[in-house]
Nanobody
Framework: VQLQASGGGLVPPGGSLRLSCAAS????????MGWFRQAPGQEREWVAT????????VYADSVKGRFTISRDNTKNAVYLQMNSLLPTDTAVYFC???????????????????WGKGTQVTVSS
C-alpha cells in the first residue's frame, strides 16, 4: 500500500486540524492503519491506530480525548481529526499501514509495514 498524508499546517494553540491519508492498493480495506509523529530531535512516536473495519481504535495517552482517527474504506482514506492542539503536538505526522487487520502487542508501535511521506503540523501563536 502506498500512502500520502496531507492537511498539515500552522495553527494556534487550541486550534484544530484534520489530516488525511490517501492510500493506493487492493489491501487497504484489510489493513489496520495508524498515525505516528516525529518532533525535531525526537524519535518517532505512535499516535493512534484504527482496525481494518474502523470499529476499533486506540490512542496514545498524550492525545486521548483530543484526537480522533477514522477511515473511509470506500475512498481508501484515513483521517486524523486533531482538536485542542498544543505546542507539544508540533511534529511531522506520518500515515502508516500495518498489513494486518489489527496489530497485536508490540506490533501496535513496531509492526508498521507501509509508511507514507509526512505532513508538517506546527502549533504556535
Amino acid at each position: 500500500v502506498q500512502l500520502q498524508a496531507s492537511g498539515g499546517g500552522l495553527v494556534p494553540p487550541g486550534g484544530s486540524l484534520r489530516l488525511s491519508c490517501a492510500a493506493s492498493g487492493r489491501t487497504f480495506s484489510r489493513s489496520a492503519m495508524g498515525w505516528f509523529r516525529q518532533a525535531p530531535g525526537q524519535e518517532r512516536e505512535w499516535v493512534a491506530t484504527i482496525n481494518f473495519s474502523g470499529i476499533a481504535t486506540v490512542y496514545a495517552d498524550s492525545v486521548k480525548g483530543r484526537f480522533t482517527i477514522s477511515r473511509d474504506n470506500t475512498k481508501n482514506a484515513v483521517y486524523l481529526q486533531m482538536n485542542s492542539l498544543l505546542p507539544t503536538d508540533t511534529a511531522v505526522y506520518f500515515c502508516a499501514g500495518y498489513g494486518a487487520t489489527w496489530p497485536r502487542g508490540d506490533a501496535l508501535k513496531n509492526g508498521v509495514r507501509d509508511w507514507g511521506k509526512g505532513t508538517q503540523v506546527t502549533v504556535s501563536s
